[in-house]
């Protein structure tokens, strides 16, 4: 993925930084409904309703991203919308809309890792440890791969057991099965 489209932003800094305004949509997808959030420079945030411990998924957008979030749309929203369109219907199979992750150095070393997983493939959480050199590191691995502000447009569905089993997914198992149908071309049970 080049570089220009997976622009992260520093964990923390000692320069004062503008307040960002974020929008944000719903889309609907075949998997329910998506939170999609912008901060007019790219996608900071798709996620569901129900992720994690919110039960509306704009509060935990909101929380995990540090700022309000005004209900509305830019040119990055109706990008994504349009992939994300075209991912469900089998046309895509990388996304182009720029991403911007706010992350520590692990997290975003673990997410470009992601990134790397080739669409209709899986991966354990030991082998991405393994690919990232750190030895035992599957736990550590698994909990960055759970804080991925961006669902399915960083591919942390990829990730499976060491034994092939399906486990931990934001979004609930059910869609974890669904995406990885869908990216296998099998029909998606739901």
């Not at 997808?29 to 411990?53: Q, T």
């Not at 959480?125 to 690919?131: D, M, N, Q, R």
Request: proline share 5%.
């Amino acid at each position: 993925m080049p570089e220009s489209l997976f622009d992260f932003e520093p964990e923390s800094s000692s320069i004062e930084v503008p307040e960002v305004n974020l929008i944000g949509m719903s889309i609907t997808s075949p998997i329910g409904e998506l939170i999609a959030v912008s901060d007019h420079r790219g996608i900071c945030w798709l996620g569901y309703p129900g992720h994690k411990e919110s039960d509306s998924g704009w509060a935990f957008a909101k929380n995990r991203l540090g700022a309000d979030i005004d209900q509305g749309t830019d040119e990055f929203l109706e990008k994504l919308k349009s992939e994300l369109c075209e991912y469900f219907d089998g046309q895509r199979e990388e996304f182009s809309v720029p991403l911007r992750l706010k992350g520590t150095d692990f997290q975003k070393q673990v997410w470009a890792a992601l990134q790397e997983i080739p669409f209709g493939q899986t991966l354990s959480y030991s082998g991405l440890a393994e690919k990232l050199a750190i030895k035992n590191g599957q736990r550590a691995v698994g909990k960055a791969n759970g804080d991925n502000p961006v669902s399915i447009l960083v591919p942390c569905h990829r990730i499976v057991r060491a034994d092939g089993d399906l486990c931990g997914y934001a979004g609930g198992i059910w869609r974890k099965q669904f995406l990885l149908a869908l990216e296998s071309g099998q029909t998606p049970l739901f």
